[in-house]
């Protein structure tokens, strides 16, 4: 093992349904792009991987198909999500191996045994010599700082592009947890709706994604409304059309997705022991993924449980810095992984 450790650059990678980051060890986060592949339906052959892809996105001649691999935080295409694996891989080892890595995954606590394994095998097939599976609530307390080793109640609520994770965590291990398949796309998914029902607009993912970032909000804040202009394509006469929309026009169609991950929050802290519960209510809870950057969204979990909500510091890389933190510190963090698979090289 120390023989293989030496040659080959360990590696933590936060598969996600929107993003894909890896963390090299000894070298820290050196890759962060979308989980989007561009494929050649004729030849087959990969045009496109991350960001080139995402830039593709509704915008393919008939013979190229630009996707996701990832849907709801769990391979949806796995030769798609192998062939995005062996690209980042190569990429982060500047196309030279010299020996198989081992790789941890940080992956959504609520997937099946199937799911697992199809996560696992597609980080085998793409070149690892060994996986290993990090809930991500886990790996993202850990990559967020929390004290995940003491015996003592933290609360993390890892809103993801596919999946939300509310978890409690205590001496290294999930006490309890709830994962939702609702978080930034289904977000992305209301505000296309809303759109199209209320001002007879369709857009597309990627404009949906752009006004949510912009001026999309989860509680109302003091200050001037602000106001943005959407193009798209009117749903009666079939052509381009712009149309001005606010910031409380989008808060209200988001309204329902926000709701379940609000109720997942709750239905966690109903549950937890209660001397946890007091560790919570003292430390507050931590919120972390892409989906803790939109604005409000703390104070509205705040204002929903009465507890302090803090939102962690990268909330995007929390994830990737977890699994770069147990890669680097495997002995001791061995205790937190959730799943392994090691190949026939030992």
Do not use: W
């Amino acid at each position: 093992m120390g023989l293989f450790s030496r040659f080959s650059r360990d590696i933590g990678i936060d598969l996600g349904t929107a993003n894909t980051l890896v963390y090299v060890a000894g070298r820290g986060i050196v890759l962060s792009e979308p989980s989007v592949v561009a494929t050649d339906e004729v030849t087959k052959q990969v045009l496109a991987v991350g960001e080139e892809a995402k830039k593709m996105l509704g915008r393919t001649p008939g013979n190229i198909r630009a996707m996701r691999p990832l849907r709801d935080g769990v391979i949806a295409d796995f030769e798609t999500a192998e062939l995005m694996l062996k690209h980042f891989i190569r990429r982060v080892h500047e196309g030279i191996a010299i020996v198989q890595p081992r790789i941890v995954i940080g992956i959504p606590s609520g997937v099946t045994g199937v799911e697992r394994r199809a996560v696992m095998d597609a980080a085998m097939q793409a070149g690892a010599r060994e996986v290993f599976l990090v809930d991500e609530p886990v790996a993202a307390a850990i990559g967020a700082g929390l004290p995940v080793s003491e015996p003592t109640g933290t609360m993390i609520v890892d809103i993801g592009g596919g999946t939300t994770e509310v978890a409690v965590l205590s001496l290294k291990g999930i006490v309890l947890s709830e994962s939702v398949r609702v978080a930034g796309d289904e977000l992305n998914d209301a505000i296309g709706m809303y759109l199209k029902k209320v001002h007879n607009l369709i857009i597309g993912e990627r404009t949906a994604e752009d006004i949510k970032i912009q001026i999309g909000s989860a509680y109302p804040s003091k200050g001037e409304e602000v106001k943005m202009q959407v193009r798209g394509l009117h749903l009666l006469s079939g052509l381009p059309r712009t149309v001005t929309i606010c910031a409380s026009e989008i808060r209200e169609s988001m309204t329902e997705p926000l709701a379940v991950i609000v109720e997942a929050v709750k239905r966690t802290l109903e549950r937890t022991p209660p001397e946890l519960a007091a560790d919570i209510i003292d430390r507050g809870v931590m919120l972390a993924g892409g989906g803790a950057l939109l604005r409000g969204l703390d104070a509205l979990i705040s204002h929903e449980t009465g507890i302090l909500v803090h939102v962690a510091e990268d909330p995007l890389s929390c994830v990737v810095l977890g699994t770069g933190k147990v890669v680097e510190n495997f002995k001791s963090l061995e205790r937190v992984l959730s799943g392994s698979f090691k190949g026939s090289k030992e």
